[in-house]
């Protein structure tokens, strides 16, 4: 069975009508009753106004509770039902989903947002029950949450901070990061890998009115962080110690270090070639040339 068949069953279970029902269905639909079926005229039958409570919704040619242009035709090719607005004619009965306002209604006769006190969505917004204002998509084939009530992905070097959800239960990696909308009240928890003291370690990024804000945290910082990954024909080596950081040895950088790139070439034979030092000063690379170069 179709999965919108489901859902339009599942829809009668909680108390829908069939979209075309509506009291003021002839506004917007034309029923053509000599194509109907015998004894089927009752399915295009209108709901006494008494009746039907709307929610303010808008007649909706998308919802899944509408009847296709052909449904219960006397002969295949026979028109039952025809939109007043032709650019609907082929979309009605061929929801694969809910639509934004059939969403919009389960919410409104349920009173899902009945906690969400003081809280009012922008216009053609409607609450759901985390209280996230829901909008018509551009496209209104769907819903998305409403412009300002959710954040973007922030803006963060994952080599430098570790990206947990609220509860430190859980991590982003760099590639789940992208693309996600958070909602308002959304918090992530960030973590500097570069800090000496486990207490300053974290700072929260909470999103408020679709910005990101976040906490300060003025951590020590013991060291820089590498990247993990070097084009194959680098390497990098500290001038401190007097050696080259290779998959083992590299990660965290103390301070003070300093390192250069080397190319790799034949052998164990390196050369220098931008004579260019990366200084790690309180966390951060810092580039310089190399003593006694210009
Ligand atoms: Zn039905």
């Known amino acids: ?27 917007y639909v034309i029923v053509h009753e000599h194509n109907i079926q015998k004894n089927r005229s009752q399915e295009f039958d209108k709901i006494p106004p008494g009746q039907y409570v709307n929610y303010s919704k808008p007649y ?15 002969h295949s090719d026979g028109l039952t039902l025809e939109t007043k607005d032709a650019s609907y004619a082929d979309l009605i009965g061929d929801a694969k989903i809910l639509s934004f306002y059939d969403v919009m209604i389960v919410n409104a006769m349920y009173n899902c947002s009945g906690n969400c006190q003081h809280k009012i969505c922008p216009e053609r917004g ?58 308002n009240g959304s918090v992530l928890r960030v973590e500097d890998n570069r800090c000496s003291s486990n207490v300053d370690r974290f700072r929260n990024y909470t999103c408020k009115d679709g910005r990101w804000l976040s906490s300060l945290n003025e951590c020590k910082k013991e060291v820089c962080r590498l990247p993990f990954e070097l084009e194959p024909n680098l390497t990098l080596f500290d001038l401190r110690e007097g050696t080259y950081i290779s998959d083992t040895t590299q990660g965290d950088i103390k ?3 300093s390192l250069e790139f080397h190319c790799k070439s034949v052998g164990e034979t390196y050369y220098e070639p931008n004579r260019r030092v990366f200084e790690c000063d309180t966390g951060s690379w810092v580039v310089k040339l190399k003593q006694g170069e210009e």
């Open 255 to 257: 301070n003070g270090s």
């Open 126 to 183: 409607f609450l759901t029950d985390s209280c996230v204002c829901f909008c018509p998509s551009p496209k209104n084939e769907t819903w998305i949450t409403c412009p300002g009530e959710s954040c973007q992905t922030p803006v963060i070097d994952t080599i430098v901070y570790t990206v947990y959800n609220e509860d430190l239960t859980d991590t982003y990696v760099e590639e789940e990061l992208s693309g996600i909308e958070f909602p």
């Open 60 to 74: 909706d040619y998308l919802s899944i509770m509408h009847y296709g242009k052909r449904f219960f035709a006397e």
């Open 1 to 27: 069975m179709k999965i919108s068949i489901i859902l339009h069953e599942l829809g009668h279970a909680i108390g829908l009508y069939h979209e075309h029902s509506r009291p003021d269905r002839d506004e």
